[in-house]
């Protein structure tokens, strides 16, 4: 059967029965009513009109969920649920979503705000779209609602997993102002270390020479007559064992006591630097607080770094020691630690893994698909039409009478 649901299969059909009703005694006051002159609508303030448009983005549409063809009360208020649930994942998740996208557009200055604002509503705009896509299941369109299903899902998904990292930016800025904190002294120790030469090739041969030596020094017998000698070369006379070597030119010195030399001149900068700073990190250790140590003892990288606050300057930093720090926490099960982050983390997941299913029940029921079918639709018409035809043949029994 061809569908009816062109206009020029429709028209004829609506057009008989407005005209059944406007002739119906019964129905002269709608027909009255009708009649009037309407007034005009008043236009909407724009502070009204920004209203409308921001609750369209942040608020999943009920009536978006289903057809028009037939709607049973059963299917607008599970619609209606639906609707609500797919709006508080969607506002969690942007809540939660909102300072990673914040940190992340920080750098830009002024326009941080203005970036967020946009990106947080076309994100909330995506979903609620993939929402309705989802839910709008017609026979015609089942691979146009699975793509919406596996667009909401991915969405859902990724907004889940990154709600933690969220919270703890929005909550936890002094945690992570102290692991940086901590991390920037661990690189000044690395670079400390640094300093350790390993490749002077003067020590380096000295110190291979003395060895051998010493090595054949131990494998000779105590009655051995070379072994005196042996000794002298390394380590000068025994009458020298209390001597002050220090005016001795380096190159006349015994060999193992060359070593020493070399190695005290070789690493003279590095144990300067590393006495300073293991007198550094004892202050550190009575301090207890590694922002106020840096701050303290570290001003260029403090100023680098942090605001005169002590909050990160830079955004992308921020967000990367929230992933950080979060994961660390995570894996080594310190969920006492994570609290609040945490709960958003479950809370993301709970009601965006609920809202997904919801969203794919709906879209599988049997009066969600009458509601799009055109089947239903042309039932529904051909009934009116009986209608309006018993209508009229009552009428005109009664009038022959």
């Known amino acids: 059967m061809e569908p009816l649901n062109s206009d020029s299969k429709h028209l004829p059909i609506v057009k008989n029965l407005i005209s059944s009703i406007e002739e119906d005694p019964k129905y002269q006051h709608l027909v009255k009513q009708a009649n009037e002159p309407l007034k005009p609508r008043e236009k909407p303030a724009k502070l009204q009109e920004v209203a409308n448009f921001i609750k369209g983005l942040v608020i999943a549409d009920s009536e978006d969920l289903h057809g028009k063809v037939f709607v049973s009360n059963n299917l607008k208020k599970d619609a209606k649920i639906t609707a609500t649930s797919v709006t508080v ?30 990106t947080t509503a076309l994100i909330l705009k995506f979903t609620n779209e993939t929402a309705t896509s989802a839910a709008a299941r017609k026979p015609q369109g089942k691979g146009w609602s699975n793509i919406g299903i596996i667009g909401f899902s991915l969405m859902s998904v990724l907004q889940s997993l990154v709600a933690g990292v969220g919270a703890e930016l929005l909550l936890n800025q002094s945690g992570l102002s102290q692991l940086k904190s901590q991390l920037l002294i661990e690189q000044t120790t690395q670079r400390v270390e640094a300093l350790k030469p390993v490749d002077n090739p003067l020590y380096q041969d000295a ?20 072994r005196d000698s042996l000794y002298v070369l390394l380590y000068g006379t025994f009458d020298q064992r209390n001597a002050n070597w220090s005016n001795i030119p380096t190159e006349e010195l015994p060999l193992c006591r060359r070593v020493d030399r070399l190695g005290k001149e070789v690493y003279q900068d590095y144990e300067t630097a590393k006495k300073n700073w293991e007198k550094l990190l004892t202050i550190r250790v009575s301090m207890g607080n590694d922002l106020a140590f840096v701050k303290k003892n570290m001003d260029a990288s403090y100023t680098q770094h942090f605001t005169p606050s002590g909050e990160l300057l830079s955004g992308i930093e921020a967000t990367r020691l929230a992933i950080l720090n979060f994961q660390q926490k995570f894996a080594r099960g310190d969920f006492a630690g994570l609290g609040f982050s945490l709960f958003f983390l479950l809370l993301s997941i709970i009601t965006s893994a609920i809202a997904c299913f919801m969203i794919i029940a709906l879209s599988r029921r049997e009066d969600t698909a009458k509601s799009f079918s055109e089947t239903v639709e042309i039932h529904r018409d051909m009934w009116l039409e009986n209608r309006r035809k018993e209508l009229m043949a009552e009428k005109d029994h009664s009038s022959n009478k």
């Open 89 to 118: 994942s969607s506002f969690l998740d942007a809540f939660s979503n909102y300072p990673i996208l914040f940190y992340s557009f920080k750098d830009t200055g002024v326009l941080a705000i203005p970036l967020t604002l946009i």
């Open 207 to 226: 110190q291979k020479k003395c060895a051998g030596k010493e090595k054949e020094l131990n494998q000779l017998d105590k009655d051995d007559p070379r």
